[in-house]
């Protein structure tokens, strides 16, 4: 495994719309060695493809319950909403108040391809939708209430 440099606000990679991945090889799995490293050794608890580049719909997410790998990840149902703190990889060092849904359910595929449902609450959920978010080049700063 090796770490990846992370993307940092003002890079258009993280605004743009990414793209199906269509296979399930070696590399991807390389890849998603490599970008839960890197969301490890950075402390965070989620980390989205265009973070390290790749404009392509994975994300890896680890809220300390064990690692989630998410391909082609699509948010099916959601339910209630929480309101709070939420922070960035790619935005140092700032965090704002964001509103996401309580209950979140996801469809996906695993790095085998294989179908997956991934059902998360509070945190996990937050995580859920700000991840998926940057497959389609949105930030949590977007959403954010105000802006610091
Ligand atoms: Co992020």
């Given at each position: 495994m090796a770490k990846r440099n992370i993307v940092k606000l003002g890079d258009d990679v993280l605004r743009k719309i990414c793209r199906t991945q269509l296979t399930f090889d070696e590399r991807l799995h390389q890849t998603l060695d490599d970008m839960k490293e890197t969301m490890y050794a950075a402390e965070g608890v989620g980390l989205a493809a265009p973070q390290v580049g790749?404009?392509?719909?994975f994300c890896v997410i680890d809220i300390g319950e064990g690692v989630v790998e998410l391909i082609n990840?699509?948010?099916?149902e959601t339910s209630g909403e929480q309101t709070g703190n939420e922070g960035c990889l790619s935005i140092p060092d700032r965090s704002e108040i964001v509103t996401r849904p309580m209950n979140v359910t996801v469809r996906a595929q695993n790095r085998y391809g294989e179908n997956i449902i991934v059902k998360g609450e509070g945190l996990m959920a937050r995580a859920l939708c700000h991840e998926i978010d940057h497959l389609d080049g949105v930030l949590y700063i977007d959403k954010a209430q105000r802006s610091k």
């Amino acid at each position: 495994m090796a770490k990846r440099n992370i993307v940092k606000l003002g890079d258009d990679v993280l605004r743009k719309i990414c793209r199906t991945q269509l296979t399930f090889d070696e590399r991807l799995h390389q890849t998603l060695d490599d970008m839960k490293e890197t969301m490890y050794a950075a402390e965070g608890v989620g980390l989205a493809a265009p973070q390290v580049g790749m404009l392509r719909r994975f994300c890896v997410i680890d809220i300390g319950e064990g690692v989630v790998e998410l391909i082609n990840p699509v948010i099916t149902e959601t339910s209630g909403e929480q309101t709070g703190n939420e922070g960035c990889l790619s935005i140092p060092d700032r965090s704002e108040i964001v509103t996401r849904p309580m209950n979140v359910t996801v469809r996906a595929q695993n790095r085998y391809g294989e179908n997956i449902i991934v059902k998360g609450e509070g945190l996990m959920a937050r995580a859920l939708c700000h991840e998926i978010d940057h497959l389609d080049g949105v930030l949590y700063i977007d959403k954010a209430q105000r802006s610091k």
